[in-house]
Structure formats: C-alpha cells, structure tokens
C-alpha cells in the first residue's frame, strides 16, 4: 500500500501568520463575470444595508426599498426612493444577512448573497464584487457545485475541496481585479447557501484544507463525470502531482452526463482537424483512425495518428 500522499490540515496549523489571516479574511469574488448587466436592483436581505458612494456614508437602504444601479457618462448613477446619486464607486453593506440583487431588464430571479458588494465601472459595464467571507463563500459554491440531497459526509469532503480550491487559485484573477470568478473556470458560486446539511458540513469542517506532504495547499480539482478516467496531472498541465494521477472511476461510467452524442457533417469535423491540428484529408489512414475512434481507455491523443491530436 502507497502512504498517504496528502493530509487533511486545520488552516490555522499550515498557514504562516500572514497567511493566518485568511482564516478571517474575504475572497474578493467577482459576479456576472461572464456578462455583467447593464443595470442592476440591490435590495437588502434581512434587514437594511449601508450605502457608501466613494467611500462617503449616503444613507441607509430599507428592505421596503431597492437601489438601481446603473452606468451613465462613464459613472454610476444610483436612485432609490430616497436616495439619488452619481459615483465611481458603490459600497452596499448589509446590516442583516446579506444582499439581494437582480438584473431589471431579464425575467431571472433575484439571487441572495452573503458579503458586501462593491459596484464599479469597468470598460463601460457594472463591475460586481462581492467580498464574502471564506466559510460563507464555501458554503455558497458546495451548494451551487454539489446540489441536494446528497449525503452529509459528502458535503463535508466537498466543503473541504472548496475551500482549499478557493485558496489555492485566489491569484487566479489578480489582472481583474478580484480573486475568483462565480462560473466555472473558477467555481459556481451563485449567492448564499439555503440547505441546512450543507451548512453543517461547512460548520464541521471550518477552516479544514488539504495539504501535500510539504504542507502546501493542494490543487483540489474535481469533476462533475469524469467519463470513466482521470488524467495525470503532467498529461494536461506542465508539472506532475503525486496526488494527481490517472485513475479508473467506475462510479461515473453509471452516473448522469458519463455518455452523450453530437452530430455534424463527416466534412465539417475533418475541415476543423486540418484547421486546428493540419490534418491532410488526403492522409487516408490518418483520417480512418479519427473518424472510426473507439478507444478503451483514456487516450491522450485522438486515434493516436499523426499529426498528434490531443
Ligand atoms: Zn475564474
Ligand atoms: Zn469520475
């Protein structure tokens, strides 16, 4: 039997006292980052929030009221019923749970979110920032990556994925300005968690992380169907992981999204490999091996042909 090769760590026993803050500390999470509305409606969420425009104390938001947000000359122009202002910069700080927000124009529903939000102007558009605590934001993408239902112990371990995740890719969006997207490139997080067995798990393991045997936070991918197998970390990034290695999952060959089909013209798929890879359709073998392709394990490249296809 292998060692173990990664640890299930508190936070506050592998972090340096700088990093000890982020025990406390907030991610900077950025929302709608894949479409940022041109206007938005902020409400407060169990009770009122604070409104700061550039820094300076506007007044208080009641929960009988909404402000609207939205661009105008390169500023923020902001009115609710009783307030009316322009800035470059608005702080909602909520006194209750959290905020809720929608988009005024799009039929879709409000969403609730824990933290203060921060709205700025960014290339035109709303720029939405929510600075959420860790454990809050943990909570918040387990329920929107996980779904319901599931079993407690499972939260639990997702919980533990999430917030090492989260740490661990917090650069990801330095150039942005924030830490971490709300969509899949970094992790679904769709505003405050509502399930109970979720919280729990969250609660039961606050502060817990994964660590390598060198005491650094691991890189706690997870996948919704692997369709079967896992990659080596040095087949798809540049660097190899001990913890990361090719491996048969049988549980996801029976679990939804593990088959599924998409048609298009024999043409259209040959034109985009010639494209792509350079391909010759004139190479007969070449082109047999890509379009007659069952392979029966995870391959790295498509019909194992030349050119290589990954
Ligand atoms: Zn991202
Ligand atoms: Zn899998």
Not at 46 to 69: Q, S, W
Not at 176 to 202: E, T
Request: a neutral charge; aromatic letters at 8%; proline letters at 4%.
């Amino acid at each position: 039997m292998r060692s173990l090769t990664f640890i299930i760590a508190s936070l506050a026993t592998v972090l340096t006292c700088a990093q000890r803050n982020a025990l406390e500390r907030e991610l900077r999470v950025g929302l709608f980052n894949e479409g940022s509305p041109a206007q938005l409606l902020v409400m407060g969420a169990g009770g009122n929030c604070m409104v700061l425009a550039d820094g300076v104390r506007k007044g208080e938001l009641t929960t009988a009221d909404g402000l609207r947000i939205r661009v105008a000359d390169g500023r923020l122009s902001a009115k609710s019923l009783a307030l009316a202002f322009t800035a470059k910069r608005i702080e909602i700080r909520p006194l209750g749970e959290g905020f809720r927000m929608r988009d005024p124009a799009k039929q879709h529903a409000e969403r609730a979110y824990p933290g203060v939000l921060e709205v700025s102007v960014v290339n035109g558009r709303l720029q939405l920032i929510d600075r959420v605590p860790l454990e809050a934001y943990t909570a918040g993408v387990v329920s929107a990556e996980a779904g319901k239902e599931h079993h407690q112990e499972y939260y639990k371990l997702q919980s533990v994925s999430c917030r090492t995740y989260a740490l661990t890719n917090q650069t990801k969006h330095k150039l942005d300005g924030f830490d971490l997207c709300d969509g899949v490139h970094c992790q679904v997080f769709q505003g405050r968690n509502r399930n109970d067995s979720i919280s729990m798990a969250v609660r039961a393991t606050r502060g817990l992380v994964i660590v390598d045997p060198d005491i650094k936070l691991i890189h706690a991918t997870f996948h919704s169907n692997c369709g079967g197998e896992t990659m080596n970390a040095e087949d798809l990034w540049s660097k190899s992981e001990p913890y990361l290695r090719a491996t048969v999952d049988t549980f996801c060959t029976s679990a939804p999204h593990a088959r599924w089909e998409k048609t298009m013209a024999r043409s259209e798929w040959l034109d985009y490999l010639e494209r792509r890879y350079g391909l010759k359709a004139l190479n007969t073998s070449a082109t047999d091996a890509v379009l007659h392709y069952e392979p029966h394990c995870r391959d790295l490249y498509l019909g194992n042909t030349w050119p290589l296809i990954p």
